[in-house]
Every structure is written in C-alpha cells, then in structure tokens.
C-alpha cells in the first residue's frame, strides 16, 4: 500500500516556476514508476510527465517537454515536478500516481492516487 500526498501548487504569474512534491507512505516506494498528471476544469485528467522506479529514465508529453522536470529521491520517498516557463495553460489540478504502467499516459495503470495539487497560472 502506498499513500501520496502533494504538495507546492498555487498561484504563479505567466513564465514564473513552481516545484510540486508527492511524499510517499510505505516501503515500497522505489518499486514503483511516477506519474504526474494534471486536470483542467472541464476537460480530461492527461498524463504529464513520469520516471521509473529507478529514476533512470523518464518521458514528458509534448506541451511541457522542455518546461517541467521530473525527479525522484527514494531515500526520501519523495517525487518532484519542477515546473518553469509556466502557462496559463497549465493551469490544472496536479495529481501524483504511482504504478507499473506498460503505457505511461493511460490512468488506469496506476494504481495509487495522491489528493492533488492546485496550480494556478495567470496571464
């Protein structure tokens, strides 16, 4: 069982920077790729960006690539969005995830869920 929880959204003015944390409950942290995905009102949780288990390697989608950063320390059970140039665009709820997915943007790979993180971008 792992519990996430977020931390570090608010309200940044276009081309500012915010850094989001998940910290982690359990043990089994490291065993698990991460995931960030983000909710805009009205419109679809979308995959943002992850890391394995490792954090050897990672993946960004397109319209952040560049901008945001994905990180991870399992000493400290913890996951990282950096987050720069930011858009008011981005603007969504960030959510953490972590799971063993074979496709990185589909949601229903992961298997925990944090509460979310709101961030506000404005023009």
């Known amino acids: 069982q792992v519990q996430l929880v977020e931390s570090g959204g608010g309200l940044v003015q276009a081309g500012g920077s915010l850094r989001l944390s998940c910290a982690a409950s359990?043990?089994?942290?490291?065993?698990?790729?991460m995931g960030w995905f983000r909710q805009a009102p009205g419109k679809e949780r979308e995959f943002v960006a992850g890391?394995?288990?490792?954090?050897?390697?990672?993946t960004a989608t397109h319209p952040v690539k560049g901008r945001f950063t994905i990180s991870r320390d399992n000493a400290k059970n913890t996951v990282y969005l950096q987050m720069n140039s930011l858009k008011p665009e981005d603007t969504a709820v960030y959510y953490c995830?972590?799971?063993?997915?074979?496709?990185?943007?589909?949601?229903?790979?992961?298997?925990?869920w944090g509460q979310g993180t709101h961030v506000i971008v404005s023009s």
């Open positions: 359990g043990r089994t942290f490291s065993r698990y790729a």
């Open positions: 890391i394995s288990w490792s954090g050897g390697s990672s």
């Open positions: 995830a972590a799971g063993v997915p074979s496709n990185w943007y589909a949601a229903r790979e992961y298997d925990y």
